[in-house]
C-alpha cells in the first residue's frame, strides 16, 4: 500500500504516537507500505511555526520535521505543476489549500491520503480514515 499522510497524521507519526489509531500505527509499522510526507505538509509546518498560534503549534519547524521524517523512513514526496493544476478539479467541499493540494497529490500518484479530517474525507475515493 502507499500512503500520503496527512499534515496532522504526520507530525503525530513522529511526535505523538498516542494520539493515533492503533489501526495507523499499524499501518505505519508495516514495512511493506510506502509511506510518503508531501512537501506541502513542510510548508503547512513552516507557516504555522512561524505563526505560532496556539491551535495550530507545531511541535517542530519545518526544518526539523524534515528530518523526523526521514528518520522514520518516510519519503519525501515534490509538487509538481501538475498537482497544483489537479485541485481545481475539486469541488469546494473543503476551503483549505494544504488539504486541497495533499488531495490532488494522492490523486495523480496515486497514493491513498491517510487523515483524519472529517471535511476530506467526504471526498471519498483516494482516501483512507485516520481513525478506521
Do not use: C
Not at 8 to 26: C, F, G, I, Q, Y
Not at 34 to 52: D, H
Request: hydrophobic letters at 50%; glycine letters at 4%.
Amino acid at each position: 500500500m502507499r500512503l500520503l499522510l496527512d499534515t496532522h497524521v504526520a507530525v503525530w507519526a513522529v511526535a505523538a504516537s498516542s494520539r493515533l489509531s492503533p489501526n495507523t500505527r499499524k499501518l505505519l509499522e508495516d514495512s511493506s507500505h510506502e509511506i510518503f510526507v508531501s512537501a506541502a505538509s513542510v510548508w503547512e509546518i513552516a507557516i504555522k511555526s512561524a505563526l505560532a498560534r496556539s491551535a495550530d503549534r507545531m511541535p517542530f519547524t519545518a526544518a526539523e520535521a524534515i528530518g523526523h521524517f526521514r528518520a522514520a523512513g518516510f519519503q519525501m514526496l515534490d509538487l509538481r505543476p501538475e498537482h497544483a493544476a489537479a485541485v481545481e478539479r475539486l469541488p469546494p467541499l473543503h476551503a483549505d489549500p494544504f488539504d486541497r493540494l495533499l488531495l490532488a497529490q494522492a490523486r495523480l500518484e496515486p497514493l491513498l491520503l491517510l487523515t483524519g479530517d472529517a471535511k476530506l474525507l467526504a471526498y471519498g475515493s483516494g482516501l483512507l480514515s485516520e481513525s478506521a
